[in-house]
């Protein structure tokens, strides 16, 4: 895809994702080229837990869950995800690339996608990313840890 197909609002979206904040243009076009759009409607779903992993995902418009679904129907929200927010860097790390928990739209909305086989060559190729993602999810770890377990 030549650079003038690429829609700038995509280039927008990526620069403003602190994961890539140190990039430079050429490196971001680059990502990109590579990146996938969907768009979703209230109550569709983004993604199962346990289902391949495609890669690092990017509220681009419109609000998110992400949840864990007992057998018996109970649902636990993990994380309510916005615009702007960032969703399964777990998976992309992991060595069995599949996803944790299930992601359904609560409005419609879009997410771009970077390919976890981008993501993983980024994360080679840039210490300061590498970091960051690091960072972010350990506190999602110590946030997820310090919940309080509910009868």
């Known amino acids: 895809m030549s650079n003038d197909r690429i829609p700038p609002k995509i280039v ?5 994702v602190p ?15 590579a990146t996938i759009h969907r768009d979703y409607c209230a109550g569709q779903i983004v993604f199962l ?9 990017i509220v681009q418009e419109g609000w998110l869950k992400a949840v864990k679904l007992a057998p018996t129907g109970r649902e636990q929200v993990l994380r309510f995800l ?3 927010d960032t969703f399964s860097e777990i998976s992309v790390l ?6 944790p928990a299930t992601v ?5 909305g879009s997410v771009l996608i ?18 960051l993602v690091i960072q972010n ?15």
């Open 137 to 151: 999810l350990a506190s999602r770890v110590m946030y997820l840890v310090s919940l309080e377990i509910s009868p």
């Open 49 to 57: 837990e346990g289902e391949p992993c495609v890669g690092l995902y």
């Open 82 to 84: 916005g615009p702007g």
């Open 94 to 99: 992991a060595v069995t690339p599949n996803n």
């Open 12 to 16: 927008e979206t990526l620069a403003l």
């Open 114 to 131: 970077v390919p976890r086989e981008m993501m993983l060559q980024l994360l080679d190729n840039h210490a300061g990313l590498a970091r």
């Open 104 to 108: 359904i739209a609560l409005e419609p």
């Open 19 to 33: 994961y890539f904040e140190g990039l430079d243009a050429a490196t971001l076009t680059t990502i990109a080229q």
